[in-house]
């Protein structure tokens, strides 16, 4: 059967996603949304992304998930917002409503106009081994071969370097690694029977920035940050969109932080200890060999290297804003008043921080306003396996342009 799938070439399949029976239900047309259900979905994605305007040829969604073998902890890595699902599937479902054509005059007629050369294709990234796979190649039009291949080109050179930045944490990697032999050494890990620690996963968050992406860009975050993309300049003043994606954001990274911080403080209460002698059970759960209680929480092969904080969500906005959201929403509220998470704003015309403390917004005072200036990601962790602080990345080239 191994054999059989070098040669064997992959199933053609396509998602049913347009139901054509009322009501919604698991059998037959009944399976899937409407049209203008789909519109509200890709809708609701772009416009909380703030892809409104300006979109390029080709856009390319990214789910997540990974696989590894002899791990009954493997559906730990994949989505926590999705019950432990990958993400694939769910970005090809939304490539191919993006892509509907009668979905589009839907968009249209609601001021959401998507250009007639703008193509979505889905694709699934395994954190794992860091491959990408992408979906429904086979419908691509023609027209657009050159954007993917050099879409291609460049998420290769992405996977590679982002094998190396995670093979330093590896044990089991030289420090001395190039680009091609970390993206092997990845490889191998997610298939080799005697690893028990084939990616450490979340492991190490310690931040999430919600914000317009040229405030991270060129700053080294040694992998410890979310990223959630959002434009404060295409919110309105009661931060509508803000709200929208804090719902999701604040609960699902403050459980995936917390999960981490009580497996790490008491590993065998919280946490299940460790996963060599783990079974699973019923699809539920592991337990520990043949007769215990199911195990709570993370294996210690997968927290070892954590730094137990509570996770500090940066939000680009002002307290106002933030405090209208919060109360209006009770599952944020909760979270930041209890203290289970860390919340800080950042004004998006002063850059001027507030630290929330006390029930209150309070200003805060950087300790440094200074930086180091590497050339790469490369020169600043080269050599190093434990936490990095902040450094600002500047190619030598991008420097003499901004000089």
Excluded at 108 to 130: E, K, W
Excluded at 250 to 279: M, Q, R, W
Excluded at 386 to 401: I, M, N, Q, T, W
Aim: glycine residues 8%; contains cysteine.
């Amino acid at each position: 059967r191994l054999l059989g799938d070098f040669v064997r070439p992959p199933a053609m399949t396509e998602l049913q996603l347009e139901r054509t029976l009322e009501p919604p239900g698991p059998e037959g047309g009944h399976i899937g949304f409407t049209v203008d259900e789909m519109a509200q979905i890709v809708e609701r994605m772009l416009r909380d992304l703030g892809l409104r305007n300006n979109l390029s040829r080709l856009v390319i969604l990214v789910g997540h998930g990974s696989s590894s073998l002899n791990n009954p902890h493997e559906a730990a890595h994949d989505c926590g917002a999705c019950a432990g699902g990958r993400g694939g599937p769910n970005a090809r479902a939304f490539a191919q409503m993006a892509n509907n054509r009668r979905v589009r005059v839907v968009l249209a007629q609601r001021g959401l106009s998507i250009p007639d050369d703008t193509m979505f294709l889905g694709s699934y990234h395994n954190t794992c081994d860091d491959s990408i796979t992408y979906y429904d190649l086979d419908s691509f039009p023609a027209t657009h071969e050159d954007d993917l291949a050099h879409a291609c080109a460049m998420l290769e050179k992405a996977r590679k370097r982002s094998a190396h930045e995670r093979c330093r944490r590896f044990e089991s990697a030289a420090l001395d690694l190039t680009y091609d032999e970390a993206l092997r050494h990845v490889e191998g890990r997610s298939e080799d029977l005697s690893q028990v620690r084939p990616e450490y996963g979340h492991a190490t968050n310690a931040l999430c920035f919600v914000g317009r992406r040229t405030w991270s860009r060129g700053l080294f975050l040694d992998r410890r940050a979310f990223l959630q993309s959002y434009d404060p300049t295409l919110d309105d003043e009661h931060g509508t969109v803000l709200a929208d994606i804090l719902q999701a954001v604040v609960p699902v990274c403050a459980g995936i932080n917390l999960e981490y911080y009580f497996s790490y403080v008491d590993p065998t209460g919280y946490g299940c200890g460790t996963k060599l002698p783990h079974n699973i059970t019923s699809l539920l759960g592991v337990m520990n060999g043949a007769s215990s209680d199911l195990r709570p929480g993370l294996p210690w092969q997968m927290v070892e290297i954590h730094d137990p904080v509570r996770l500090l969500i940066v939000v680009e906005t002002t307290p106002d804003v933030m405090l209208q959201v919060m109360n209006r929403h009770e599952s944020i509220r909760r979270l930041v008043h209890g203290g289970w998470v860390q919340l800080a704003t950042l004004d998006p015309s002063t850059s001027q921080i507030h630290l929330f403390v006390r029930d209150r917004f309070e200003v805060y005072l950087p300790e440094t306003s200074v930086l180091p200036d590497v050339g790469s990601s490369l020169d600043w962790y080269r050599g190093w396996r434990e936490h990095l602080g902040f450094a600002s990345v500047r190619p030598a080239d991008l420097a003499k342009e901004r000089s």
